[in-house]
């Protein structure tokens, strides 16, 4: 009996170590086949299909944000005679809006889908929306604060959805053929070139400003819409892929 019970042991040593041995091997392979991964380059990140499109809106998207961010504080003093300080108050709720729009946005997409349609939906929205806070927004405290939120809502929401789930999305595209090298690459050509516009967007309302501010939110505006216009193939094949599914 004794010898039975240290055959057994013995048995479920062996099979234990194979099992262990066997996860090693397992683990080993799926780190070399990481290790064999390399980067992929500047121009392949760019023929991804999306990169591009994705790349430019996001370019107009954060120039519009990023306006608004450094220049609505001057535009509220001066056009509703509320002091500094107050004026700074009212401007922190773009931000605001902008919070909830980008949470809407995500789920929006992930409920849909359909990454693009939706920025384009927003970016359609947010241009009247510029247009009603430009004529209305220094009338009142109120319509002050409710036009900023909702300024903010509509534009920050395409930007923080491309600026995440967009770039994750292109990032492990299936043309890449599960690189996940790949991600930090077309992040960061999509995000550097946003980081553009939000560079260049503060300087050219600096110009343009001297010719009054209806001329700083036209710009504004037609960023918006340039940033829709390179979205429409992508909202295209969305909607065309989901037509042929339903």
């Known amino acids: 009996d004794r010898a039975t019970e240290s055959s057994d042991l013995n048995t479920e040593s062996y099979k234990e170590y194979g099992a262990t041995n066997s996860q090693s091997s397992q683990t080993s392979l799926i780190s070399l086949d990481k290790s064999k991964e390399k980067p992929i380059s500047l121009w392949r990140a760019l023929l991804i299909p999306g990169v591009i499109e994705f790349s430019l809106c996001l370019f107009f998207a954060k120039l519009v944000s990023y306006t608004f961010l450094f220049w609505l504080p001057k535009y509220i003093h001066e056009k509703a005679n ?8 009212i401007s922190t709720l773009f931000d605001v809006g902008g919070i909830f729009g980008g949470i809407s946005a995500g789920l ?13 939906l927003m970016l359609a929205l947010s241009a009247p929306v510029l247009y009603i806070y430009n004529l209305y927004g220094s009338l009142s405290l109120a319509h002050s604060i409710g036009l900023s939120m909702v300024c903010g809502f509509f534009v920050n929401g395409p930007y923080a959805l491309i600026t995440t789930a967009v770039s994750a999305d292109l990032g492990t595209h299936e043309v890449l053929k599960g690189n996940s090298k790949a991600l930090s690459t077309v992040t960061a050509i999509i995000d550097g070139t946003g980081s553009i516009g939000a560079a260049v967007g503060p300087l050219l309302a600096g110009v343009i400003e001297s010719s009054g501010w209806n001329n700083v939110f036209y710009m504004l505006i037609g960023s918006d819409i340039m940033a829709l216009l390179l979205l429409l193939r992508l909202l295209y094949k969305e909607i065309s892929s989901s037509l042929r599914r339903s």
């Open 82 to 89: 509320y002091d500094p300080e107050k004026a700074a108050d």
């Open 108 to 120: 929006l997409s992930d409920f849909t889908g359909m990454r693009a349609t939706t920025c384009v």
